[in-house]
């Protein structure tokens, strides 16, 4: 359905979008995760056909963003991070607009729109003049207007930045009946946490580049590379943790906020895991529970930022 | 049949417009100025002059002068109208969500440009009950008038074209507005002034034996003011041809010279609206 081959965005000596590859399937979801100025806001600007790259390009649905954009724009629906509206233009008149911009008929228009509106929970706003909305309004009211012409792919740049708590989760919901239509949906946000249980797959970029994509228990197993582990000692806290510092697998030990925990990185595989713990073992050490260290996808997305960052 | 040629653009922007108290308070600065330049004129005709009575001849003045005016309030006014046409919108934020959808860019510059000349027009049409008031005293033929509402609609969509080129290529509106009458100071002072500095080295010329006839010529076609007198008294384009020697009507190459400024400034608005895309329309 998308794909990205060697997208490369330039601005004099900076490089926005360095050889940028990526290859998306019909109806997933995917996530692009970056930090501000990492390149993701330019990667959906081109595939808006807002900017043209410097070299490379990116087919959505075959049709290609540098040669055939007239073509693409009929594909996406497309919702930047920052949009205004326009004054004294009414909820259904603001969509009857963008309908009619994309060449919908004024009959189709009339049946449409109040789908459009129950869709993103805005029937009771229909005759409100757009500006006197809330901001989680006119986000959902922008998303209701990138679906006007029923578009196969979306392109969401941050769509719940500067939302309350609530707004989120009615985006999330109303994503979420997006992706069960089978829309793709490329999404970009600085709360992908919050989304990650609804992506199927996730892009991370940093200074311009892809540094990792996949779903998002294989980015967190390919680049956590250690682990962290929690152990719960009983008694003789200080001679358990000479017990650990001996293993050349274990590094940064700790006493955990001076209680009976230690947590260490390990380097080893399972087995080496289990390997150590028949040693705890048999070494009499009195551990009462091991454990491993839930990371959450904001830790893995800083760990490999910085990572990349150092390199 | 009607959906074909349905421009959104053009009706989103008459809506809003016509929804603005700053587009019925400009309209109503407009027909004020009129309407004193009108009332002061026929008092100063009639009471302070001590005649009591309008002749023809003074209707003629009166037609002469308000059209002059009335040119210059619409050149004052249509920057105002087309220099934020797309530039607004990118200070809104609402131009990359418009550039994305199926409309073409010819359909978004003209949708623009003619909400902005249809509001214009609109202006000239409400002036118009006062402005034929010189009717009632004679002296001016209908055909003069409209040849005249002719060359103002020429005028304003070359003037609204400039404004909309220039809102198109820079990135703020108080750039654009003062490129565009940056222009309309060349348009209307400049030439006028160069009319007259080659006008004098003509008649130096001609003592001397030399002319340079054509600049005169150039300069005062394509100045508005120029035009307008030519079209009031065409004894005024008489003696241009006489002294110049080009036999052309000043309105001909005027025509020319407006619809070629008409033909570039939309042309690089159009190409410019999407400047990064490598097919455009």
């Not at chain 1, 998308?2 to 330039?10: A, S």
């Not at chain 2, 009332?39 to 100063?44: D, R």
């Not at chain 2, 939309?266 to 410019?272: E, F």
């Amino acid at each position: 359905m998308i794909e990205i081959r060697e997208l490369t965005k330039k601005y004099g000596s900076f490089t926005a979008l360095d050889q940028l590859n990526l290859s998306l399937e019909e109806g997933i979801v995917f996530g692009f995760v970056g930090s501000n100025g990492a390149g993701k806001s330019t990667t959906f600007s081109i595939l808006a056909t807002l900017l043209s790259p410097t070299s490379g390009d990116a087919l959505i649905n075959g049709k290609s963003v540098v040669t055939e954009p007239e073509e693409v724009r009929k594909q996406i629906g497309y919702m930047p991070d920052f949009f205004g509206v326009y004054d004294q233009l009414k909820v259904d008149e603001y969509l009857d607009f963008y309908g009619a911009s994309y060449g919908i008929r004024a009959a189709e228009r009339k049946v449409l729109i109040p789908q459009l509106l129950e869709l993103v929970n805005l029937t009771n706003k229909r005759y409100d003049y757009v500006d006197l909305l809330s901001r989680g309004m006119k986000q959902r009211l922008c998303l209701a207007r990138a679906l006007i012409h029923d578009p196969k792919v979306l392109i969401l740049d941050e769509p719940a930045s500067g939302l309350d708590p609530r707004a989120r989760v009615e985006m999330r919901d109303i994503l979420r009946d997006l992706k069960s239509m089978g829309k793709t949906i490329l999404i970009s946000s600085h709360i992908l946490p919050e989304l990650a249980e609804m992506c199927d797959e996730i892009g991370v970029i940093d200074n311009g580049k892809l540094i990792a994509h996949g779903n998002v228990a294989t980015i967190q197993a390919q680049l956590q590379g250690e682990k962290r582990i929690v152990v719960k000692v009983a008694e003789r806290l200080h001679e358990v943790r000479t017990f650990f510092e001996e293993d050349s697998m274990i590094s940064a030990i700790d006493i955990v906020d001076n209680r009976s925990e230690i947590a260490f990185n390990y380097r080893g595989t399972e087995a080496d895991q289990v390997a150590l713990l028949k040693k705890a073992m048999l070494a009499d050490m009195p551990i009462y529970a091991l454990s491993e260290e839930e990371k959450d996808l904001e830790d893995v997305f800083m760990s490999i930022t910085k990572g990349a960052d150092s390199q | 049949m009607m959906e074909r040629f349905y421009n959104p653009v053009l009706v989103k922007e008459l809506k809003l417009r016509f929804r603005s108290f700053k587009s019925f308070s400009g309209l109503m600065f407009y027909l004020s100025v009129i309407s004193i330049f009108i009332a002061g004129f026929l008092l100063l005709t009639t009471e302070f002059t001590g005649k009591g009575f309008f002749s023809p001849d003074m209707s003629f003045m009166m037609f002469a002068v308000l059209t002059i005016v009335q040119m210059a309030l619409v050149l004052f006014i249509t920057p105002s109208l087309t220099a934020g046409a797309i530039s607004s919108e990118r200070e809104k934020q609402t131009l990359n969500i418009l550039l994305t959808t199926t409309q073409s860019s010819t359909q978004i510059i003209i949708g623009k440009l003619f909400s902005s000349v249809a509001f214009l027009v609109l202006m000239l049409v409400a002036g118009l009950p006062l402005y034929s008031l010189v009717f009632l005293f004679g002296g001016v033929s209908p055909s003069q008038l409209v040849s005249i509402f002719l060359f103002y609609l020429v005028t304003v969509i070359a003037i609204g074209s400039i404004g909309v080129m220039f809102s198109t290529i820079t990135k703020k509106t108080i750039v654009s507005m003062i490129a565009t009458y940056g222009s309309i100071i060349f348009l209307g002072g400049i030439t006028a002034f160069f009319f007259f500095l080659t006008m004098a080295f003509h008649q130096m010329g001609s003592a001397t034996g030399a002319s340079s006839s054509f600049m005169t010529y150039f300069w005062a076609s394509i100045n508005p003011g120029a035009l307008m007198l030519t079209l009031i008294s065409p004894s005024i384009g008489d003696a241009l041809i006489e002294l110049t020697g080009i036999e052309l009507p000043v309105w001909v190459t005027y025509l020319i010279v407006y619809v070629l400024i008409i033909v570039f400034s939309l042309t690089v608005a159009i190409k410019k609206l999407r400047p990064n895309m490598k097919s455009n329309r």
